[in-house]
Every structure is written in structure tokens, then in C-alpha cells.
């Protein structure tokens, strides 16, 4: 095995066990992850650039211990974060939060994902200008 290969493999190998500490961590603490289901926009929504609209989310069955209330709100285009914020520093128990469009080039598979604890991403939906 030739040194890149091993230290590829050290990394990948660290990678995945900081996945592993992550999953097996979590049910030992008494945290909740939140991570609300994002209801709109979805399939089908159009937005226009500079348009102001209300995102909303599934506020119905928060757990008792929530360890992150601030949410936040980005943007994705395909399976691509952008680093384009929409919201943050909210109530995530709001259920929605007002944003306004930033200009992007023209898409249909756009979504915004919801961080809280942990993130979610609502449907894909169409952003023109
Ligand atoms: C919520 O947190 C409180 C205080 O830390 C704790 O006593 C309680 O057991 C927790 N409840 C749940 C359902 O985790
Ligand atoms: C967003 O929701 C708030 C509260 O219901 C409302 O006052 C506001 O007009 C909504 N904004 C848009 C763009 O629909």
C-alpha cells in the first residue's frame, strides 16, 4: 500500500468514526433532535427573485427537550448547499419565517433546508427572476 493510500484510508476510516461517535452518542444524552419537516415551498412552488414569502414547517409534535430552539434556513440546489441564508436566529416552534428571495440563476430544483438540531430539506421547487 503506498502512504497516499493508507492516509486516504486513515481518513476515510476517521470520517466514518466520527459518524459512529455521533450515532452512538446520541441516545445516551437526554437531547432531543429536531428536525422539523419543512411543508413549503414544495413541489411545484414558484418563487421570483425578490419576492417575499413565508416558509413553514411541521410544529406539531416537538419533543420536551429540544437542545437547539434557533433555527436556520439556507438554501439548496440539487443535492448542493448554498451558502445563501435565507433566515436565522428564529424561534424554530414559529413554524414559519418570512424570507425574501436572493437573486440565483433560474432553477427547478431548488429546496431550503431547515436547521435546528440536525437538518431537513423540504421538496424541490422553481425559482425564477
Ligand atoms: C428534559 O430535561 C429535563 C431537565 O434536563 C429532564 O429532567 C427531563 O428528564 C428531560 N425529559 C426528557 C423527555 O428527556
Ligand atoms: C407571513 O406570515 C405572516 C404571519 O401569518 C403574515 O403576516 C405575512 O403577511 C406573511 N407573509 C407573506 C409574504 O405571505
Known amino acids: 500500500m503506498s502512504s497516499r493510500t493508507s492516509s486516504l484510508l486513515l481518513f476515510v476510516l476517521a470520517f ?16 432531543d433532535v429536531y428536525a422539523p419537516p419543512v411543508l ?5 412552488t414558484v418563487w421570483y427573485t425578490g419576492q417575499t414569502h413565508n416558509v413553514s ?22 443535492v448542493t448547499s448554498t451558502p445563501l441564508i435565507l ?3 428564529f424561534d424554530i416552534l414559529l413554524g414559519r419565517i418570512e ?9 427547478d430544483d431548488y429546496s431550503v433546508v431547515l436547521m435546528g438540531d440536525s437538518g431537513n430539506w423540504g421538496q424541490d421547487f422553481t425559482i425564477k427572476q
Open 16 to 31: 466514518f468514526g466520527v459518524f459512529l461517535q455521533l450515532a452512538t452518542a446520541a441516545p445516551l444524552e437526554t437531547r
Open 40 to 44: 413549503y415551498p414544495h413541489a411545484g
Open 99 to 107: 424570507v425574501t428571495v436572493p437573486w440565483v440563476f433560474e432553477g
Open 57 to 78: 414547517w411541521d410544529v406539531s409534535s416537538p419533543p420536551v427537550n429540544i437542545t437547539n430552539k434557533v433555527g436556520l434556513i439556507y438554501l439548496r440546489k440539487g
Open 87 to 89: 433566515a436565522d436566529g
